[in-house]
């Protein structure tokens, strides 16, 4: 029989919080028998409104742009070090857009039942819970979220894991 979680995507933005959704999310996928996807955006949307605010010039973006890429394909390797090690195949994906819709999208396409994203930040604002892309695509996406936090636990968890 299978298990009521099959395929699941860990959302990467390159912060702390994020490797820690990682590495649960590996706990969880190799305990689980599930499906696991790496998934990082670019946020091209943000970088657009650098550029229409000038405070990007065209050049600059470019530049920037080529960062930001170097940036994903780092912590997707990282993360891909990190389920090997524990010796779970998972698929990296590298997308460009805005955030939330690119997270909707994939955790369409790839039929997740689960989503998993890092502790959210404080909210400080109502214009940061506007912007907040992790918390717009948790309640934008037709599957469970998953909120990990505790990230002594989360390490404590994954080093558990027989490699």
Not at 42 to 68: G, P, Q, S
Not at 85 to 99: A, D, H, Q
Not at 120 to 140: C, V
Request: aromatic residues 8%; glycine residues 4%.
């Amino acid at each position: 029989m299978q298990g009521p979680i099959r395929n699941i995507v860990v959302y990467i933005d390159g912060s702390e919080e994020a490797i820690s959704a990682a590495q649960y999310a590996i706990a969880l996928a190799k305990s689980t028998g599930a499906r696991l996807y790496a998934l990082y955006v670019i946020n091209t949307r943000a970088l657009n409104d650098l550029v229409k605010a000038r405070i990007f010039l065209d050049t600059e973006e470019d530049e920037y742009h080529r960062d930001l890429e170097a940036d994903a394909d780092r912590y997707l390797r990282h993360v891909s070090k990190l389920a090997a090690r524990k010796g779970l195949e998972i698929e990296s994906l590298k997308r460009s857009g805005t955030v939330h819709q690119e997270i909707k999208k994939c955790v369409e396409e790839f039929d997740a039942d689960l989503l998993i994203i890092g502790e959210l930040s404080r909210i400080r604002s109502r214009r940061d819970e506007f912007y907040n892309e992790s918390e717009r695509a948790m309640r934008l996406v037709p599957c469970s979220v998953l909120v990990v936090k505790d990230e002594e636990r989360v390490w404590d968890i994954y080093d558990a894991l027989p490699e």
